[in-house]
C-alpha cells in the first residue's frame, strides 16, 4: 500500500515553473489552457511541476519526455510526471495550444496504488487520436471548462489513464464488494434528496474511492452521480403525476437546487418539460 499525503489545496498547479497558475478545484487539481510559441524549428524545453495530462489543440509539433517521444497533433493526449523534463519542437513559425490538468500528487499515488500499479507515475508520454483516447479527451475537456470540482470525472479520468498500458482485463467485483456497493445502492434510493459526495459514499461501502467508483459502475452502468440524478428525476416524474404541488417545489423537496439545471435534465430523459408531463395524466 503506497503512502497517502494530504490533498492539500494551499498549493499552486502549475504545468511548469515558468508557466501560469492554473485555476485550482479545491485540492485536487488545477485546470487550464497552455500555449508555448517558438520561431521556426525552435526548441522549448520545460520542466513538468506537478503530474499532468493535457489533450492538444493546434500545430502539430515533436513532443519528447523521459517516457516517450510522439508526433502531437491535434487530438492527441500527452502525459507528464512531475521533475520530468520535456521539449517541444515545431516545425515552423507556430504556438501549441493544449488544455491541461495538473493533479495533487497524492492523488497520482492513490490512482497507481488503485490500479496495482507500484511507481506513481504515468507510463505512456503520448496518446494519438483515436477510440482509446477519446473519453480521455472528453473528460479533460469538460474538467477545463467546469469552474467548480469535478471529484467524481476526475477519478474516472485517472482510472482510465492508469489502464491504458494494461493487457489484462479487471477481475469482476467481489461478492463482498458487491454486497457492500449495492447497500449504497439501496441507501441512496431511501436517501435520494440529501448530498452525497463520493468520499462519503466510499466510506459507508468501506472501499477506496477509486475501488467503490469502479464496481458501482460494474453494477449499475453509469456512476453514483448520474445514478443519484436519476433516482430524482423519476421521483420528481411520479410526484408531478400524483400530486398538484408546483414544480419548483417538487424539484427542490427531490434535492435539485438549481431549477433551471433541473428543468434541462427533465426535458433531456423524458422528451418534454415537467409542466406537460404533468398534463400527460390528466
Same mark, same amino acid.
Given at each position: *500500500? $503506497? @503512502?497517502?499525503? %494530504?490533498?492539500?489545496? #494551499?498549493?499552486?498547479?502549475?504545468l511548469d515553473? !515558468?508557466?501560469? /497558475?492554473l485555476?485550482?478545484?479545491?485540492? !485536487?487539481?488545477?485546470a487550464?489552457?497552455?500555449?508555448c510559441r517558438?520561431?521556426?524549428? =525552435? $526548441?522549448?524545453?520545460?520542466?513538468y511541476?506537478?503530474?499532468a495530462i =493535457?489533450v492538444?489543440? #493546434?500545430a502539430p509539433?515533436?513532443?519528447? /519526455?523521459?517516457?516517450g517521444?510522439a *508526433?502531437?497533433?491535434?487530438?492527441?493526449i500527452?502525459?507528464g510526471?512531475a521533475?520530468e523534463h520535456f521539449?517541444?519542437?515545431?516545425?515552423?513559425n %507556430?504556438h501549441n495550444h493544449?488544455s491541461v490538468?495538473a493533479f495533487n500528487p497524492a492523488l497520482i499515488?492513490?490512482? +497507481?496504488d488503485?490500479?496495482g500499479q /507500484?511507481?506513481?507515475?504515468?507510463?505512456l /508520454?503520448? $496518446? @494519438?487520436?483515436?477510440?482509446?483516447?477519446?473519453p480521455?479527451h472528453a473528460a479533460?475537456?469538460?474538467?477545463?471548462?467546469c469552474e467548480? +470540482?469535478?471529484?467524481?470525472l476526475?477519478?474516472i479520468l485517472?482510472?482510465?489513464?492508469f489502464?491504458?498500458d494494461?493487457?489484462?482485463a479487471?477481475?469482476?467485483?467481489? +461478492?463482498?464488494d458487491?454486497?457492500?456497493?449495492?447497500?449504497?445502492i439501496?441507501?441512496?434510493?431511501?436517501n435520494? +434528496?440529501g448530498?452525497? #459526495? !463520493?468520499?462519503?459514499l466510499a466510506?459507508?461501502?468501506g472501499l477506496s474511492?477509486?475501488h467503490?467508483l469502479?464496481?458501482?459502475?460494474e453494477?449499475?452502468g453509469t456512476? @453514483?452521480t448520474?445514478?443519484?440524478?436519476g433516482l430524482?428525476?423519476?421521483a420528481c416524474?411520479e410526484?408531478l403525476?400524483?400530486?398538484?404541488a408546483?414544480?419548483t417545489e417538487?424539484a $427542490?423537496d427531490?434535492?435539485f437546487?438549481?431549477i433551471?439545471h433541473f428543468?434541462h435534465l427533465?426535458?433531456?430523459?423524458?422528451?418534454m418539460?415537467?409542466?406537460?408531463?404533468?398534463?400527460?395524466r390528466?
Amino acid at each position: *500500500m $503506497l @503512502p497517502r499525503r %494530504a490533498l492539500s489545496p #494551499s498549493h499552486e498547479f502549475r504545468l511548469d515553473p !515558468l508557466g501560469p /497558475a492554473l485555476p485550482a478545484r479545491g485540492g !485536487l487539481y488545477g485546470a487550464g489552457e497552455s500555449r508555448c510559441r517558438t520561431d521556426a524549428g =525552435g $526548441l522549448i524545453e520545460r520542466r513538468y511541476s506537478r503530474p499532468a495530462i =493535457g489533450v492538444v489543440h #493546434s500545430a502539430p509539433f515533436d513532443y519528447s /519526455a523521459e517516457s516517450g517521444a510522439a *508526433m502531437a497533433v491535434p487530438g492527441t493526449i500527452l502525459f507528464g510526471n512531475a521533475g520530468e523534463h520535456f521539449t517541444c519542437r515545431h516545425s515552423g513559425n %507556430a504556438h501549441n495550444h493544449r488544455s491541461v490538468i495538473a493533479f495533487n500528487p497524492a492523488l497520482i499515488e492513490e490512482a +497507481a496504488d488503485a490500479a496495482g500499479q /507500484a511507481t506513481a507515475a504515468f507510463r505512456l /508520454a503520448a $496518446l @494519438p487520436p483515436g477510440p482509446r483516447s477519446a473519453p480521455l479527451h472528453a473528460a479533460i475537456l469538460r474538467l477545463v471548462s467546469c469552474e467548480r +470540482a469535478q471529484e467524481e470525472l476526475v477519478l474516472i479520468l485517472l482510472a482510465a489513464t492508469f489502464g491504458l498500458d494494461r493487457d489484462d482485463a479487471a477481475p469482476p467485483p467481489s +461478492a463482498r464488494d458487491s454486497r457492500v456497493v449495492l447497500d449504497v445502492i439501496r441507501f441512496l434510493e431511501a436517501n435520494f +434528496a440529501g448530498a452525497h #459526495s !463520493l468520499p462519503e459514499l466510499a466510506a459507508r461501502a468501506g472501499l477506496s474511492r477509486f475501488h467503490f467508483l469502479r464496481v458501482f459502475r460494474e453494477l449499475t452502468g453509469t456512476s @453514483p452521480t448520474r445514478f443519484l440524478i436519476g433516482l430524482r428525476l423519476r421521483a420528481c416524474a411520479e410526484r408531478l403525476h400524483e400530486s398538484a404541488a408546483p414544480v419548483t417545489e417538487i424539484a $427542490l423537496d427531490a434535492g435539485f437546487n438549481d431549477i433551471s439545471h433541473f428543468n434541462h435534465l427533465f426535458r433531456r430523459a423524458f422528451a418534454m418539460s415537467p409542466g406537460r408531463w404533468r398534463q400527460l395524466r390528466r
